[in-house]
Nanobody
Framework: QAQLVESGGGTVQTGGSLRLSCAAD????????LGWFRQVPGKESEAVAS????????EYGEFVMRRFTISRSYATKSADLQVNGLRPDDSGMYYC????????????????WGQGTQVTGTT
């Protein structure tokens, strides 16, 4: 039973952009913390971006360096991740996640995960 569904992955040349989308199938997820994590080959799971429900406060992994932007829409119960300046080492499976939080979302708040969407950066 799908709860979080990701879309928008693909193959992009270095320096290119793409937009990942996450659709939540219930208000339980859409009204809480929404975030993105990734699994890059040979590395542990990394936190990519997070956005809080009440404040809209966003957090990013250190490697992002202002290349990615997370946003959310209550109208569509979704959270998007705009990826700019893609690098080959950004390649991996990107997962949408949902969790509990209000004005601030810790990385450990996330308990529910989507199936993931593959992102590949090429030279």
């Amino acid at each position: 039973q799908a709860q979080l569904v990701e879309s928008g992955g693909g193959t992009v040349q270095t320096g290119g952009s793409l937009r990942l989308s996450c659709a939540a199938d219930s208000w339980k997820f859409a009204m809480g913390c929404l975030g993105w994590f990734r699994q890059v080959p040979g590395k542990e799971s990394e936190a990519v971006a997070s956005i809080a429900p009440e404040s809209g406060r966003s957090e990013y992994g250190e490697f992002v360096m202002r290349r990615f932007t997370i946003s959310r829409s209550y109208a569509t119960k979704s959270a998007d991740l705009q990826v700019n300046g893609l690098r080959p080492d950004d390649s991996g499976m990107y997962y949408c996640a949902a969790g509990w939080g209000r004005a601030f979302c810790t990385w450990k708040a996330y308990k529910t995960w989507g199936q993931g969407t593959q992102v590949t950066g090429t030279t």
